[in-house]
C-alpha cells in the first residue's frame, strides 16, 4: 500500500509520465480525476451551491491538514490556500518534483465548475510556493474581471490560458 | 535519541484522507487501459526507487528496521488489521484487512485488478540490488503477506 500520505509523491510520478505522453494525455488524465471527484462532490455543489462547496473544502482542509480560509458572499465562494500540503509533500520529496504539479488542481475542479454553471479564477500565484487563492462566481463577468488581478492563472481542460 | 525515536524521512502525522486511494483506483484503471500494465509499473517502480530512496538506503546498508518501522506507522495510521513479526530469518507483515482496499471497495464499489501492484511493485523495488528481497503474497481481496528475507 503506499500511503494516503504518500499519495501526492505518487501522483508526482504520475504527472512526469503522462507529461510524456504528450498535453492532451495530460488534459483527459485531469478529467478522468475531476470524473472520480464527481462522486464527492457534484451532489453537494448541485444541491446546496456555494453551501455544498463550503462543505465539501472544510472536510478537505481538515483531512488534508491544509492552512487555508474559505467561505462565501453573494457572489462568490472563496479560498485562500495558505500553505498547501498537497505541493509542499510533492516538493518535500527524494524525486523530482513535476514542475507544473499545481496545474492539477484547477485540472480536475474547472471540469466540474463548468458542468456546474460555476465560473471559476484559479490563482496559483507561484508553481513554487504552497499557496493560491481559488475563487468561484456565479456570474461570468464578474469572474472575467476578477481575473484581471491574478498572478498566475490557471486553465483547465476545456478552457486553455495563454 | 534512540532509533524508534528518530524521524523517519516522511513522517506525515496529524489527519489522514483516504479517499486518497480512489484517486489511486481511478488513476491505476486510467494508466492501464491507456498505456498497459508494463508502464502501470514503471510508475510504481519510480515510486519505490525514486521516492522512498531513504528507505532503500537502509535497506542497502543492511537494515530492514526502516521499513518496518515506516510499515508500522502507516498501518496504524491507516487503521489497517494488521500485524508484524520479526523473526531470526524473516520478517512478515501479515494484513488481514487492508485499509485502502477496503475504502476503495466502499468508495467505488470495485477495486482495480491491479491495485495491489502498488504493494508488489513498490516492495519489489525497494529491494532491488540490496541484501534483501520482498515477497508480496496476496492472500484474498484487501490481504496480504509482506514478507522481507535476506537474499541468499
Known amino acids: 500500500m503506499i500511503p494516503s500520505d504518500h499519495f501526492t509523491r505518487f501522483y508526482n510520478e504520475v504527472f512526469k509520465f503522462i507529461e510524456q505522453q504528450g498535453e492532451r494525455e495530460l488534459d483527459d488524465y485531469f478529467l478522468e480525476i475531476s470524473k472520480n471527484q464527481e462522486n464527492h462532490i457534484l451532489h453537494l455543489i448541485r444541491e446546496k451551491g456555494f453551501e455544498g462547496m463550503l462543505q465539501y473544502w472544510s472536510v478537505i482542509r481538515d483531512e488534508e491538514n491544509c492552512d487555508l480560509d474559505l467561505g462565501y458572499d453573494e457572489d462568490k465562494f472563496e479560498i485562500k490556500m495558505h500553505l498547501c500540503p498537497s505541493l509542499t509533500k510533492a516538493k518535500d520529496n527524494d524525486a523530482e518534483r513535476w514542475e507544473r504539479y499545481c496545474d492539477h488542481c484547477a485540472g480536475w475542479i474547472g471540469p466540474i465548475m463548468d458542468k456546474t454553471g460555476y465560473h471559476l479564477v484559479y490563482d496559483v500565484i507561484d508553481r513554487d510556493q504552497p499557496q493560491c487563492h481559488m475563487r468561484v462566481y456565479k456570474d461570468e463577468a464578474k469572474a472575467r474581471e476578477a481575473e484581471m488581478d491574478v498572478r498566475l492563472l490557471m486553465g483547465w481542460p476545456g478552457r486553455k490560458q495563454s | ?152
Not at chain 2, 521516492?51 to 487503521?79: C, I, M, P
Not at chain 2, 467505488?108 to 513498490?122: L, Y
Request: charge should be negative.
Open chain 2, 1 to 152: 535519541m534512540s532509533d524508534e525515536e528518530t524521524p523517519m524521512r516522511y513522517q506525515e502525522d496529524g489527519n489522514v484522507h483516504m479517499d486518497f486511494h480512489g484517486a489511486v483506483n481511478t488513476t491505476i484503471n486510467f494508466i492501464v487501459a491507456r498505456y498497459g500494465i508494463e508502464a502501470l509499473h514503471e510508475i510504481f517502480r519510480r515510486v519505490g526507487t525514486d521516492v522512498y530512496q531513504d528507505l532503500r538506503r537502509h535497506l542497502n546498508a543492511g537494515d530492514s528496521h526502516e521499513l518496518v518501522k515506516h510499515w508500522r506507522h502507516f498501518f496504524t495510521r491507516e487503521g489497517a488489521d494488521y500485524d508484524i513479526s520479526v523473526g531470526d530469518d524473516e520478517i512478515v507483515l501479515t494484513v488481514r484487512r487492508c485499509a485502502a482496499w477496503f475504502h476503495v471497495q466502499k468508495i467505488h464499489g470495485t477495486v482495480s485488478a491491479q491495485f495491489c501492484d502498488q504493494t508488489s511493485i513498490v516492495n519489489t523495488a525497494l529491494a532491488e540490488g540490496t541484501p534483501f528481497r520482498i515477497d508480496t503474497i496476496i492472500d484474498g481481496p484487501g490481504a496480504c503477506r509482506q514478507v522481507i528475507r535476506r537474499r541468499s
